[in-house]
């Protein structure tokens, strides 16, 4: 199975958007953006699952959008309106067969399959 391979992260000053990336070739199934910042434990962030139903945790709603193309088996989060509390490590998380439902898409143990991060700063 190929790795997942995520990108787009940086820096950026905040009320910037950054769009970040994640190649997920053979991945049929869900796929979610968790993030961890330094000192604290990994957290869901978005999820989609395979046909594109979606689930956010509050504290993005309305500033994220997370999707996913089929075609080019990428899977993609939009950030808006950063804030300095979004700075984190963020990993493309997925599972690899078909799956429906929103309910364990910000779940860390429904996925196993990760890949190595990118990393986001925003500076205030």
């Known amino acids: 199975q190929a790795p997942l391979v995520e990108s787009g992260g940086g820096s950026v000053q905040a009320g910037g958007s950054l769009r970040l990336s994640c190649v997920a070739s053979g991945y049929l199934g869900c796929l979610a953006w968790f993030r961890q910042a330094p000192g604290k434990e990994r957290t869901g962030v978005a999820g989609?699952?395979?046909?594109?139903?979606?689930q956010y945790v509050d504290f993005v709603k309305g500033r994220f959008t997370i999707s996913r193309d089929n075609a080019k088996n990428t899977l993609h989060l939009q950030m808006n309106s950063l804030e300095h509390e979004d700075t984190a490590m963020y990993y493309c998380?997925?599972?690899?067969?078909?799956?429906?439902?929103?309910?364990?898409?910000?779940?860390?143990?429904?996925?196993?399959?990760w890949g190595q991060g990118t990393q986001v700063t925003v500076s205030s």
């Open positions: 998380a997925a599972t690899r067969h078909r799956c429906l439902g929103v309910g364990a898409l910000l779940t860390q143990t429904f996925y196993n399959h």
């Open positions: 989609i699952d395979s046909v594109g139903q979606t």
